[in-house]
């Protein structure tokens, strides 16, 4: 699969299990993983998915824009760039967001999140 084709399979797999369950993101984590969340900073698989699952809404419903990938290093590594629309339940307009994924390999020949940023884009 080309890098292309794995991050746009990659971003699918991520919103809709955002979407629907957030909690199921816990397996795309590893200890060593770090989010920052709009500046906070979260390590831990566990501590990644309570911050997700804490987040004052509910239902949401993520609409991707662009993705952008590229190679990252010599182990296999993948950055993958996300844009977007998140639309909140209950609320009129949607607000837009920016993503930064960085994957790395599995010895199972999958990827998991080493890092990732998030930031909504304020106009």
Known sequence: MDPDQLAK?????YYSTFDANRAGLVSLYQDESMLTFEGQKT???QNIVAKLTS???Q??????????????????GMLVFVSG?????GE?????????F????TPQGSFYVLNDIFRLNYA
């Open 9 to 13: 399979a990659f971003v699918e797999h």
């Open 43 to 45: 390590q831990g698989s």
């Open 55 to 57: 987040l004052p809404f």
């Open 59 to 76: 239902q949401c419903q993520h609409g991707i824009t662009t993705v952008d990938c590229q190679p990252s290093g010599p182990a296999g």
């Open 85 to 89: 629309n998140l639309q909140l339940a």
């Open 92 to 100: 009129q307009h949607a607000l837009k967001f920016s993503q930064m």
């Open 102 to 105: 960085h994957l790395m390999p």
